[in-house]
């Protein structure tokens, strides 16, 4: 994957040198499986010149989640009160969707944070968008990315340009891609919290946007089915274009008889007719890119590769 950066802040959110240096490390979720996992991206941040700072109640657990419900809300109200401007997930799993109904919205887009995750995150960048317009980042967790055996580079320093308001444009390639040359709100993440969240009041909705999925353990029927639903649901056909990360750890079964996940995919194309761009290196996987969930985006493809350009002057496009 290439990528071009610039020496000029960041069109998405203002950051100087200074402000951006700094990380609040919550668990929203599943509990941290291992604490030397977690230590470990610790390091790893603090090496890469951040302050990092953990929450009280990281370590927590509740059955499978991070602390009892209670628990978690209150890391949002401590998030939004300490100084540090990057609030990042320790890990995904489950138990974001609980907590909707009951966060201060309010003092989440007043607080100027910037959060950070994937997976189960997916629901709260989404209903943050939804309920107060901010915009958040899908990107890396402390304990999959940061606190892997072995880190991936482009994972790191692509965090750390973003953070830094450095990046201007993500390239990647994509040889099936559709054609197509426009800009839009990006917005998406993981399918299945996606499509957990259609008819609810957290779902933003969005016309002209530019949706990324990606997921894991979902044989390629279940993609489709989620696909289809939010196509069926009058959300699919409104997007200007639909981009695919990574779908990755399930296994096809024999009765498949040929039916794969490009068959899943071609089924969408044919029902919903907007173009489709595939290989963003983005999902549950080593490689993955930061991306702003919320922000306006110009996207472009051409011989193969396709370009995601995240700077502000996009009237020139």
Not at 87 to 116: C, D, E, I, Q
Request: include cysteine.
């Amino acid at each position: 994957m290439s990528r071009s950066t610039a020496l000029k802040k960041s069109p998405i959110q203002s950051v100087s040198n200074a402000d951006h240096k700094g990380i609040y490390i919550v668990s929203p979720s599943s509990a941290v499986a291992e604490e030397k996992v977690l230590t470990r991206g610790v390091q790893r941040l603090e090496k890469m010149g951040f302050k990092v700072v953990l929450d009280r109640d990281v370590l927590a657990r509740d059955q499978r989640f991070a602390g009892t419900d209670s628990q978690r809300l209150a890391v949002f109200d401590r998030a939004v009160k300490q100084k540090l401007p990057i609030v990042m997930a320790s890990r995904g799993g489950y138990g974001v969707t609980r907590l909707l109904p009951h966060l201060n919205w309010a003092a989440l887009a007043n607080s100027g944070k910037r959060f950070v995750g994937q997976s189960d995150f997916t629901a709260f960048n989404l209903a943050l968008l939804a309920k107060t317009g901010l915009v958040s980042y899908a990107g890396p967790t402390v304990c999959y990315d940061f606190g892997a055996a072995k880190t991936e580079i482009l994972t790191t320093e692509i965090f750390g340009e973003v953070m830094r308001g450095e990046l201007e444009i993500l390239s990647f390639e994509s040889e099936k891609a559709d054609p197509i040359d426009c800009r839009g709100i990006l917005w998406g993440g993981n399918l299945a919290m996606i499509t957990a969240l259609i008819g609810t009041p957290f779902m933003p909705k969005i016309k002209g946007g530019i949706l990324f999925v990606e997921d894991v353990g979902e044989h390629p029927y279940r993609v489709e089915r989620m696909l289809n639903q939010l196509a069926q649901a009058g959300i699919l056909g409104k997007q200007k274009a639909l981009i695919l990360g990574g779908f990755t750890e399930y296994k096809l079964a024999e009765h498949d008889r040929g039916y794969d996940l490009n068959a899943a995919i071609e089924f969408i194309k044919q029902t919903v007719k907007i173009p489709v761009i595939p290989g963003l290196p983005y999902g549950h996987t080593p490689m993955k890119v930061t991306l702003p969930i919320g922000a306006k985006v110009g996207v472009a493809t051409e011989d193969g590769i396709a370009h995601i350009v995240l700077d502000e002057h996009l009237d020139e496009m």
